[in-house]
């Protein structure tokens, strides 16, 4: 009984001990250093303009004039780009209902942007992210809009793929992901243009 009495109260200083360090101390010596050396991005990564928040660099937005470059479609909430239910459609590949929603996807990107019928379509221009939230395209998918955009904001087409070509972010440490352009930062650069 003593050997078990002794085990019981070794047991309990263990746990709260943990749960002081891992819950408590480990936690808030994590945020310190995040916020001393990494302060922009411990806080969300947010998009400041004249004082007001105007979104963040991590979450896709729903930009849907035709003066604006078009994000991955998003199937997160009503609406899509509700950041409190980020997630995929959870449909797989062999999915009729996912099939038919991307048919519907090429067709309406390809009216949208006066593509004909034998232009190839980027994936990311059809089909959602996991989270639902990404605000990155591939360049090709930024190319194939760049016209639409260029002419919606009456500027010149050579101009438009120069700040796309201004706007491209390479691979994560050099190896990961690919090149991409982040349609928010994008969007919001061409709002800032005279």
Same mark, same amino acid.
Not at 1 to 9: D, N, V
Not at 116 to 130: C, E, F, L, M, R
Not at 168 to 189: A, H
């Given at each position: 009984?003593?050997?078990? *009495?002794?085990?019981?109260?070794?047991? *309990?200083?263990?746990? /709260?001990?943990?749960? /002081? *360090?891992?819950?408590? /101390?480990?936690?808030?010596?994590?945020?310190?250093?995040?916020?001393?050396?990494?302060? %922009?991005?411990?806080?969300?990564?947010?998009?400041?303009?004249?004082?007001?928040?105007?979104?963040?660099? @991590? !979450?896709?937005?729903?930009?849907?004039?035709?003066?604006?470059? %078009?994000?991955?479609?998003?199937?997160?909430? =009503?609406?899509?780009? +509700?950041?409190?239910?980020?997630?995929?459609?959870?449909?797989?590949?062999?999915?009729?209902?996912?099939?038919?929603?991307?048919?519907?996807?090429?067709?309406?990107?390809?009216? =949208?942007?006066? @593509?004909?019928?034998?232009?190839?379509?980027?994936?990311?221009?059809?089909?959602?992210?996991?989270?639902?939230?990404?605000? %990155?395209?591939? @360049? =090709?998918?930024?190319?194939?809009?760049?016209?639409?955009?260029?002419?919606?904001?009456? /500027?010149?087409?050579?101009?438009?793929? =120069?700040?796309?070509?201004?706007? !491209?972010?390479?691979? +994560?440490?050099?190896? !990961?992901?690919?090149?991409?352009?982040?349609?928010?930062?994008?969007?919001?650069?061409?709002?800032?243009?005279?």
């Amino acid at each position: 009984m003593k050997t078990f *009495i002794r085990e019981l109260r070794v047991s *309990i200083i263990a746990t /709260i001990a943990l749960g /002081i *360090i891992l819950c408590g /101390i480990y936690p808030l010596v994590v945020w310190g250093i995040a916020q001393v050396f990494f302060p %922009h991005q411990a806080n969300g990564s947010l998009i400041v303009r004249n004082g007001k928040i105007v979104g963040s660099e @991590l !979450l896709g937005q729903n930009f849907v004039d035709a003066k604006y470059f %078009h994000p991955r479609p998003s199937s997160t909430g =009503e609406n899509g780009y +509700d950041a409190s239910s980020s997630g995929g459609s959870n449909l797989g590949p062999t999915s009729k209902k996912l099939v038919q929603t991307v048919k519907e996807r090429i067709e309406a990107y390809r009216a =949208e942007n006066g @593509l004909s019928a034998d232009v190839p379509i980027p994936a990311d221009a059809v089909t959602a992210s996991a989270s639902g939230l990404d605000p %990155h395209i591939t @360049l =090709e998918n930024a190319r194939l809009q760049a016209s639409r955009v260029a002419r919606a904001r009456g /500027i010149d087409e050579s101009v438009m793929l =120069e700040k796309l070509r201004a706007s !491209l972010e390479g691979r +994560d440490l050099r190896i !990961l992901g690919e090149p991409r352009i982040n349609v928010t930062k994008l969007n919001l650069s061409l709002d800032e243009m005279k």
